[in-house]
């Protein structure tokens, strides 16, 4: 493009030139100029245009030969298409230089914003080529759920290498979880003070935050959340005990059942103890055993050994007195578990079980027994079991390591990424060993990957599927 002193060129308009004589640049331009002045008017006249800024500077290029010159002139226009071409037909009138016969031809007006447009489609389209080589291509879902991510990650902070809140330093009470994911989902609704266990894991900057500031903690719907929390307390200070609905993981829980599973707090020294509250009787609180019956008498069973919380002691034989006609005998040591024996044709039988196998009276007056079956121990398969040592590797790092069928390591990943990383996995995965609780959306995710085991730290609520489900 000829250089011009116009701010924006439109056209460019290209003519060839002839002159049979030897010439110079200067003569040409004084010939266009002084022949083409007058035949338009004043408002088409080149003098005007130029100093106006119509026009610019005619670039002129010159070839000598023989007694004859001839070269290429252009003069660059912001005039629009009309008033161009009217200009462009004006120079073809040149028809002397001189003394020496000339002749001009225009071989072209080009509109200088097309190329500028082509240019800039061609160079648009090879950013856009790179950008998507080097950052790959990203759905619309998935990248709303990457942000969403990230915010919330970022509230997270690393408070003496323990995973918790924003408030944690700051806020006088905090609330003690299981796992980095719960923490993510209070953090979610608005609970900035929460601080990660990391299981069983116990590190020591947890025990010293929990002396010196109010400690509650928040644990899973299981009997695993029983075993971190009293873990936790012969370690350090516990002082308030939150407890998830049964079955239910607190990363599971909706903002109202966290906030209502957190006002119902109750102190450590009270949560295992029984009573009312929400909490599950353990082994160390059964309830006093004191019914009564309405057959027309009464019948204790007193236990024969004295002195623990009056509690009676299950698997020993215990003494009954019954006063409805029947003679004395020893109270079994054992009930069958489908069995509910009467008491000489009553009017009821009486034979409630607790979770653990063993009777359980609620004690008082006219006390309703409630019936829940049995909870079975989880049978875990040897070759299972023969997989802990590289199962411990992983506890505590929110680590997922994939194996083929021989068991032999595929790929470990983290945990969060574990359900994107899975369809992606080339080789056949067998098993899948991982620091996290087993959910019913892995499940099925590894289910339509062919993978035939899971082993994890716990169970969520899951529905029967093909691939088979463990705990260590």
Known sequence: ???????????????????????????????????????????????????????????????????????????????????????????????????FEAKVKVTKIQDTRKEKRETITDRAKELLKRMQETQGAMESTELADTIKTEIRTEKIVNFRNLQAGPE?????????????????????????????????????????????????VLIDGDRGGELNVKKLASLTKVDFVAKAPDGKEVE????????????????????????????????????????????????????????????????????????????????????????????????????????????????????????????REEVVPQEILDMKKEFEKLKGKSKARMLDDKKKKIKDVEVKDLLDALPKQKKKVHTILFDGIITNRLVEAAEGRGVEVIVGVKKGQITPQKVKTYTM
């Open 252 to 375: 599971e829980l909706v903002q109202k059942e966290i906030l209502q599973a957190l006002k119902r707090k109750v102190p450590y020294a009270e949560a295992f103890k029984g009573g009312d509250n929400n909490f599950t009787p353990s082994f160390e609180s059964r309830p006093r055993f004191e019914p009564r019956n309405n057959f027309g008498g009464e019948r204790s069973f007193t236990p024969r050994h004295q002195g623990h919380d009056n509690r009676p002691q299950f698997g020993r034989s215990f003494e009954r007195r019954p006063s409805f006609g029947q003679s004395q005998g020893a109270y079994p040591e054992r009930r069958s578990f489908d069995r509910r024996p009467s008491f000489n044709g009553g009017e009821r039988s009486f034979a409630p079980r607790n979770n653990f196998g063993r009777p359980s009276f609620n004690g008082g007056y006219n006390a309703q027994p409630q019936y829940t079956p049995m909870q």
């Open 168 to 216: 944690v330093e700051t806020s006088e009470e905090i609330i003690v979880v299981e796992g980095r994911a719960d923490v993510l989902k209070l953090l979610s609704y608005g609970i900035n003070n929460a601080v990660a266990m990391n299981g069983g894991n116990i590190d020591t900057p947890l025990i010293q935050l929990c002396k010196e500031k109010i400690a509650t």
């Open 1 to 99: 493009m000829a250089k011009t002193y116009l701010s924006a060129v439109k056209y460019e308009i290209l003519a060839n030139y002839e002159v049979q004589g030897v010439v110079e640049k200067p003569d040409i331009v004084g010939a266009i100029f002084g022949q083409c002045e007058g035949l338009l008017g004043e408002d088409m006249d080149l003098k005007e245009l130029q100093q106006s800024g119509k026009i610019g500077r005619i670039e002129i290029t010159v070839k000598k030969g023989k007694g004859t010159t001839s070269g290429e002139v252009v003069i660059p226009s912001s005039l629009d298409q009309v008033k161009t071409s009217i200009l462009a037909a004006t120079v073809e009138t040149v028809e002397k230089v001189g003394p």
